[in-house]
């Protein structure tokens, strides 16, 4: 629905999305001849839908695939306990008390920091299972969608897991591939305990993780997660989210209204990346709340919807969703583009 008198806004609701076709804000009145009454002055229609109508439409449909709002707005700073069980079918946001040493302590707790929602693989390839798998000892012969097994190759490390994303994060061992054969692949168990063809059913995906370099515990190469290993293990050692400057712990809630919100705490000898702001990792503010509620991005569209001036082109632009935003919406509506969102991310991964 898009309203032409409707002040600045963008809404969501179960079968309605609705924008306004207008930026103002304020609503104008305008004396009606001979009375003492006012009558509404609707702002002229604009002859084509401003780059806001796309930004906010994409906003407000991503709230209806399970993204929240990662900035905050209330007058509560903190998010009330009874608030938190919210987020939980929410992607890209996370209550403070899973991560943190206590309320009033909010520094990371970083025996609790391996709970971070968004520690899913980055994934190079996935493909939807078109049935359930069979098996003769551990080597599995699995049938995916058509076209789903192109770009998968002999040798590859692949793990099954099941969707929908935020209900099954975890993946099974790993499988070597041993053979593709067009929407067919073979592939033998390599680690873990054994898995149970059965339990995987068509609509669940086979996947490919990134891996990383090998290691003397890890000679394929650890799976690597969208938080980086170095920004995990700085956001232990450091207790804090990226966006705040170190300090005297513990550090305050308090209002932070930046449209992007710069890293001010990231580890030494970083690769450099070309935006920072767009390193994931935990970042405050999420579900409208200054504080108790972390997102992954100092950058994305659910945390800005409005247009901005792109600072190379020069030319109107709007922010993009961040890599786990993407990923949420991908994983849910089309897997296969896991490729295409990594091998935009990986320009922005901070390691190797």
Same mark, same amino acid.
């Not at 003769?136 to 012969?141: D, K, L, R, S």
């Not at 405050?284 to 409005?306: I, K, T, W």
């Not at 600072?311 to 935003?325: G, K, Q």
């Given at each position: ?14 079968? &309605? ?10 609503? @104008? ?29 994409? %906003? ?22 009874? #608030?938190?069980?919210?987020?939980? =079918?929410?992607?890209?946001? #996370? ?12 520094? *990371? ?24 798998? =069979? ?12 076209? %789903? ?11 099954? @897991?099941?969707?929908? *994303?935020?209900? %099954? ?23 873990? $305990? /054994? ?30 997660? &969208? ?12 207790? *804090? ?7 005297? $712990? ?7 209204? %930046? ?18 702001? #767009? ?7 999420? /579900? ?16 800005? #919807? ?41 320009? @922005?991964?901070?390691?190797?």
């Amino acid at each position: 629905m898009l309203c032409g008198g409707t002040p600045f806004s963008g809404v969501q609701k179960p079968g &309605l999305i609705a924008s306004s076709l207008r930026s103002e804000d304020e609503v @104008r009145l305008k004396p009606v001849a001979g009375t003492r009454k006012l009558d509404v002055d609707p702002y002229p229609l604009p002859a084509g839908a401003p780059l806001a109508i796309g930004s906010r439409v994409a %906003h407000e449909i991503a709230h209806a695939f399970g993204l929240k709002d990662e900035y905050g707005e209330f007058a509560t700073l903190r998010i009330p306990a009874t #608030q938190e069980q919210g987020l939980k =079918t929410q992607g890209n946001v #996370q209550p403070g008390s899973e991560l943190e040493v206590s309320a009033a302590d909010r520094r *990371l707790d970083p025996a609790k920091l391996g709970k971070i929602k968004w520690l899913w693989p980055r994934l190079d390839h996935a493909g939807v299972l078109a049935a359930e798998p =069979t098996a003769i000892g551990a080597t599995f012969t699995i049938t995916l969608a058509r076209g %789903h097994a192109r770009g998968l190759r002999e040798g590859n490390f692949v793990r099954l @897991r099941h969707r929908p *994303l935020l209900e %099954h994060p975890e993946a099974s061992d790993r499988l070597r591939i041993d053979r593709v054969d067009g929407d067919v692949v073979t592939a033998t168990q390599v680690t873990g $305990p /054994a898995i149970v063809a059965g339990a995987w059913h068509p609509g669940d995906i086979l996947i490919r993780p990134v891996r990383g370099v090998a290691t003397p515990g890890d000679r394929d190469g650890a799976d690597l997660p &969208l938080v980086a290993p170095i920004i995990f293990a700085h956001l232990g050692m450091s207790q *804090l989210p990226l966006d705040l400057a170190p300090g005297p $712990p513990p550090p305050s809630c308090a209002v932070d209204k %930046h449209d992007v919100q710069q890293p001010q705490n990231l580890p030494a000898g970083l690769a450099p990346v070309r935006y920072r702001a #767009q390193i994931v990792g935990l970042y405050d503010n999420g /579900a409208r709340y200054f504080c108790g509620v972390y997102h992954p991005s100092g950058a994305c569209l659910m945390r800005n #919807q409005e247009p901005i001036i792109d600072p190379v082109s020069r030319r109107p632009t709007t922010y993009l969703l961040c890599p786990v935003c993407r990923y949420v919406l991908v994983d849910r509506l089309d897997p296969t583009k896991h490729a295409v969102i990594d091998d935009d991310y990986k320009k @922005r991964y901070p390691q190797p």
